[in-house]
């Protein structure tokens, strides 16, 4: 039996296929799950769905823009009538805007929040409110960063969000714990995603010393980053809530 087997499970940010949302979802699929899959790009998400599918997976691939509340109502009308409960909600939607403090503007700093820190308000809020209707726990995972750990230059507004993702995670932890809902962030380091190939055309010398600094001498896969968040949707991790989990390679640890 696989090690989410039943569980229905929703997952944003789910449109690239070398993206950890992606990811996730086919490691949730893999192991039994159904997957609600969303993305602006609804055409890569249902690309992902598609594989899931075919691969004998159960998954659907639903259009959201995370920053909008009345996404959020329809995307969970959608869960309820279709299951009638969700055990597990991944909030890993989010976007970067790498620019020093002297650079950046209110519209770059109000974008990130919305993206990365409003959406998993507006997510978590749901979830909790259909997981304790339905009454049998769950899990929920916000994604935020080692830039929501410590500092890292040219990350203002993306670490103030990503800050706020991991303790608006450990306030919800404490308000939902006698439900048995769980509520913990994940910490990802440098993963090689599509966007690291941008970084690694525009600097290709800085590229490589960023990644020499990192004790494992390499970047992350999107499956690690997956794999931990199975390990948190799980009942493998059913007395872990309030807690953030780094995948970094060793970076924090300097």
């Not at 769905?49 to 823009?65: F, K, N």
């Not at 209707?133 to 993306?158: D, E, F, P, R, T």
């Not at 714990?177 to 690291?196: F, K, L």
Request: with cysteine.
């Amino acid at each position: 039996m696989g090690r989410l087997e039943g569980k229905i499970t929703l997952v944003t940010g789910a449109g690239s296929d070398r993206g950890l949302g992606g990811a996730t979802a086919k490691r949730f699929a893999e192991e039994g799950a159904f997957v609600y899959l969303t993305d602006l790009d609804v055409t890569g998400a249902e690309a992902i769905a598609a594989a899931i599918r075919e691969s004998g997976g159960q998954a659907e691939a639903l259009a959201q823009d995370v920053t909008r509340e009345a996404d959020w109502d329809r995307i969970f009308s959608r869960i309820e009538d279709g299951h009638g409960r969700l055990d597990v909600l991944v909030n890993n939607a989010g976007i970067a805007v790498l620019k020093p403090i002297a650079e950046l503007t209110a519209a770059d700093w109000e974008k990130q929040n919305r993206v990365n820190l409003d959406s998993v308000f507006y997510g978590t809020q749901r979830a909790v409110a259909l997981m304790r209707k339905v009454g049998h726990g769950g899990s929920i995972i916000n994604l935020s960063s080692i830039a929501g750990l410590v500092g890292v230059q040219m990350c203002g507004a993306y670490a103030a969000a990503k800050g706020g993702v991991r303790l608006f995670s450990k306030v919800i932890a404490q308000e939902c714990a006698a439900q048995n809902i769980r509520c913990n962030s994940v910490h990802p380091g440098m993963i090689e995603t599509a966007m690291q190939d941008v970084a690694r055309k525009d600097n290709p010398e800085g590229f490589k010393q960023i990644v020499a600094g990192i004790p494992m001498q390499r970047m992350g896969e999107p499956l690690d980053i997956a794999n931990m968040n199975l390990f948190l949707a799980s009942d493998e991790s059913r007395y872990i809530t309030g807690c953030e989990f780094v995948v970094d390679g060793g970076v924090t640890a300097m």
